[in-house]
């Protein structure tokens, strides 16, 4: 049997590794597709990479520490962002990651879910935007989610004249508003329950039932507390005596001198 080549037939270039059977390395980081950056992994390459973000002094408020840059990124990578975009359009409110409300219309866009979404300003008489009705149209799905959210939501809500966006961009709050609840309503799979930025950070939380455990937590670090600042009180402290005043005799209520100005050491002179 011939195993002669066929001279036209293109030779591939033999690496090391693939003669002596070996799998080829992986790269620590590996590049994604166009536009998507550096991509990791594994759980080490991943925490390498929050490391090296929170080096940088680069990251938003609430995403200082790696730990915390390393959750962003895998809700990041569940969603289908990039790390990069992962660290832009994910917000912490109350402890718990959200989604800006662009990044959450673009992941609905790209999922393919998407038949259509509409975004309508309701204008007043005067033509001033008092609200917003998004329409939002998922494949398969025989009607269209159509979610509203006007001022007089916003004034129930206790939210116009608000302090902040409700004060200086009260039209785009009222969109954003009507957009998370219809993208949140329709689309509940592609967000993975994340809450919309713009929606989340108006709610005020909470506080749950404390467990005996968190209580008895919390006390040992009073304790800790207390102790420390009792050893600081404990330590002497020197301080200047107040200039005291002579008494006065009360027969003449005239001052008495108890100490002479020319004492050296002996007795007084009577």
Known sequence: MSTAKNPEEPTKAITKTEAKGEEAPRPAIEVGKPGGGLIPQTFDQLYRL?????KSGMMPKGLERPEQIFVALEYGLELGLSPMAAVQNIAVIGGRPTIWGDAALGLV?????CESH?????????GAVVGYRVTSKRKGEPTA???EFTEADARKAKLWGKAGPWTEYSSRMLQMR????????????????LSVYEEAQDIELVPGPISAEEKTSALKDRLIELKQRAVVDAKPVITLAEPREEPADPETDEE?????????????DK
Do not use: N
């Open 109 to 113: 866009r790209a999922s393919g879910l």
């Open 50 to 54: 929050s490391a090296i973000m929170a």
């Open 118 to 126: 509409v975004e309508e300003a309701i204008h007043a008489p005067d």
């Open 145 to 147: 989610t159509v979610r």
């Open 178 to 193: 009507a957009r998370s609840w219809a993208l949140r309503d329709a689309f509940p799979d592609v967000l993975k329950g």
């Open 256 to 268: 008495l001198t108890l100490f002479s100005d020319d004492y050296s050491g002996g007795s007084h």
